[in-house]
């Protein structure tokens, strides 16, 4: 099969892509390797930035984002048994909305068929071939078959542990990473939010926070140690933790349920510089990530590709290549910010191991700072709505 863009991976970046160059009629293809189903089960991130929903606008597939979307015009910063509202409408006049990445990833699979957007899923051994020549290609099995798809250029959409990344030789590759000592544990319940807006907590207990998926859905993290497994929170042992740090600080309290979801991710910041090697493109999480403190790892995922599908556009177009030279550089000076951004709220509101009596004294003061300081305030909410593209 040829194709104009052959797109590795179905989650937000790869989806995005396929249907924005489609909206401008240049053919390509998406190549996952899970179900369908599978990709629609990963509970991953809830708040999107007004770049993400106004993509969704633009491709005509924001109905239930519309309908169904909380607006949240704050959020909120606490400690043990302080509460501080970051006023983000006030501040920034804009707002960020409570979507589901599954949501966000199920009105894109679903408006495909009728974009002309082929998803092939359940692909195997997808393998990209001649990346830095002019004729690059993937291959993958399905159904006992290798299927060969011949593009111009290959968009690595396939998050942190796919295929494309791995296909830049060594001798051109810049990266940089951090790890961090603890994970996120995370449930999903059908019970209603203990706090109209989120809450990021630096508590006595450690880090948590309180998000919501809608007025009757509650999403709730904590932070644990990397030795932790799933298996070593019962449910009632989670409601309890949570109870102890979000009742003092709430405006209604937690309430238990039976859980939909409970898992573990690690915090990690990391980015992989080398975004472009010949007609291969990295968007997404196969180039970066950063710890989910602040909720940018969906948005960049978005802004990435908003770059990418323009400099494409104007390829087909107008045979003009500037957008293609300029989006590794592009990209970076927004992926840079928004992991600076990451990083520092991850070690504002978390307890790190190694850190003793006096980092913690910094962090107190920090949020001190932060509770009297409009200007401290307006530099955190323009962060968390989302830098300009
Ligand atoms: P992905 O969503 O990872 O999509 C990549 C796709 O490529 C997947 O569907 C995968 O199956 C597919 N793929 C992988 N390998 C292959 C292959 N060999 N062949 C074909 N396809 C392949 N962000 C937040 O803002 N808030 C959060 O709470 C949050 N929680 C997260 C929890 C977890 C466990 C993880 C992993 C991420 C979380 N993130 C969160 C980050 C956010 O979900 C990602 O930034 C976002 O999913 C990036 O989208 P993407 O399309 O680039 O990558
Ligand atoms: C959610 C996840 C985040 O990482 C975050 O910063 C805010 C909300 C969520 O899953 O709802």
Redesign the pocket.
């Known amino acids: 099969m040829k194709t104009k863009v052959a797109i590795v991976g179905a989650g937000p970046s790869g989806l995005l892509l396929g249907h924005l160059l489609r909206a401008e009629g240049i053919d390509c293809v998406v190549v996952e390797r899970q179900s369908r189903d599978y990709v629609l089960g990963r509970i991953r991130?809830?708040?999107l930035e007004t770049i993400t929903t106004d993509l969704m606008t633009r491709l005509g597939v924001d109905a239930r984002l519309k309908a169904e979307g909380l607006i949240e015009g704050g959020f909120n910063l606490a400690s043990t048994n302080h509460i501080v509202r970051i006023d983000i409408a006030a501040l920034t006049g804009k707002h960020v909305t409570v979507y589901g990445q599954t949501e966000v990833t199920r009105d894109l699979m679903d408006a495909a068929p009728d974009r002309g957007l082929p998803i092939v899923f359940e692909a195997k051994d997808v393998a990209l071939h001649d990346v830095d020549g002019a004729a690059p290609s993937l291959t993958y099995s399905k159904d006992g078959e290798t299927h060969r798809i011949e593009a111009d250029f290959i968009a690595g959409c396939d998050g942190f542990h796919g295929p494309s990344r791995k296909a830049i030789p060594a001798h051109a590759v810049r990266e940089y990473e951090r790890e961090y000592p603890f994970g996120w544990l995370g449930i999903l319940a059908d019970v209603p939010p203990c706090h109209p807006e989120?809450i990021y907590a630096n508590t006595d207990r450690g880090f948590a926070?309180a998000?919501m998926r809608s007025a009757t859905r509650s999403?709730y993290y904590i932070q644990v140690p990397l030795t932790d497994r799933v298996e070593d929170w019962s449910e009632d042992r989670l409601w309890d933790e949570l109870a102890a740090r979000f009742d003092p600080i709430s405006d209604n309290g937690v309430t238990r349920g039976p859980a939909l979801e409970m898992s573990i991710a690690p915090l990690r910041s990391y980015v992989f510089e080398t975004m472009r090697h010949g007609r291969l493109f990295l968007a997404g999480d196969s180039a970066h990530i950063v710890p989910?403190?602040?909720?940018k790892g969906l948005n960049l995922a978005a802004s990435d590709v908003a770059y990418l599908s323009d400099a494409l556009i104007a390829h087909y177009a107008r045979g003009d290549d500037r957008g293609l030279e300029q989006y590794q550089a592009k990209a970076l000076a927004r992926i840079w910010k928004a992991e600076r951004f990451s990083w520092f709220l991850t070690k504002l509101m978390h307890r790190f191991p190694e850190d003793g009596a006096f980092e913690h004294r910094m962090q107190t003061a920090e949020l001190d700072y932060v509770a009297s300081s409009e200007a401290m305030q307006t530099a955190i909410a323009e962060n968390y709505v989302g830098l300009p593209l």
């Open positions: 991130a809830g708040v989120l926070l998000s999403r989910p403190t602040g909720a």
